[in-house]
């Protein structure tokens, strides 16, 4: 336990930047590839450290997942455990029982501190700050196309394709990337990735063809 509130007395007295998004960015080689904020920011990177000196990034990642989905699948137990209703002491043998016997010391004792800070209720924040650790130490950038209709699978890896060898991404960096549909846009793609988004919607056009003709008038 003690490495947990080395990492997190360290997290907590660094001045923390906002959020970074350009993933890619960073060093493969930093000890902490990506700057995050707020409570689940300083507990994730609390543990990636720990897990990080022990060389079992990985494999503390699998059993976050694993957990993860088995909170996914039985909402009245995540809604219990993140309530601010339920008393620690609830929470902290509710998270006893999903943990036990099913993860490594690391990840046992990280719950363990949250249930002793009574942080239980930032777990599925805390579990999001991870992945997007998880995500920058793998160099992955996660790109989402919006599309008017879903993209089948050619159309998806010409894009990706495309996206690779841009600019706009390090020549190293791996994109992962999803497809969400929303008819709204009438046609033409929408991409978010980071900070930047890229609209190439056909909504867009007429709106931008709209606000020429208003201002022309």
Request: charged share 25%; hydrophobic share 40%; glycine share 4%.
């Amino acid at each position: 336990m003690n490495v947990f509130r080395r990492s997190a007395a360290l997290v907590k007295s660094a001045p923390l930047s906002q959020a970074v998004r350009a993933y890619a960015s960073a060093p493969a080689s930093s000890q902490i590839p990506l700057a995050l904020h707020g409570i689940e920011g300083r507990y994730a990177t609390a543990l990636y450290s720990a897990a990080q000196k022990k060389g079992a990034l990985e494999s503390v990642e699998s059993e976050l997942v694993k957990l993860k989905a088995t909170l996914d699948k039985d909402p009245k137990t995540k809604t219990l455990l993140e309530s601010p209703l339920v008393d620690k002491k609830a929470k902290k043998s509710i998270v006893q029982s999903l943990v036990q016997g099913r993860v490594s010391e690391i990840t046992r004792n990280f719950f363990d501190l949250l249930a002793e800070n009574g942080r239980l209720d930032q777990t599925s924040k805390i579990l999001g700050a991870f992945e997007q650790l998880m995500a920058a130490y793998r160099r992955e950038v996660p790109v989402t196309v919006i599309s008017a209709k879903e993209l089948d699978a050619k159309t998806s890896r010409q894009l990706q394709g495309i996206l690779q060898k841009s600019n706009l991404l390090d020549k190293d960096a791996k994109l992962i990337l999803t497809n969400k549909v929303d008819p709204n846009i009438l046609g033409g793609l929408v991409i978010d990735f980071g900070d930047k988004t890229i609209d190439l919607s056909v909504s867009s056009k007429i709106s931008k063809l709209n606000r020429l003709l208003t201002e022309a008038i």
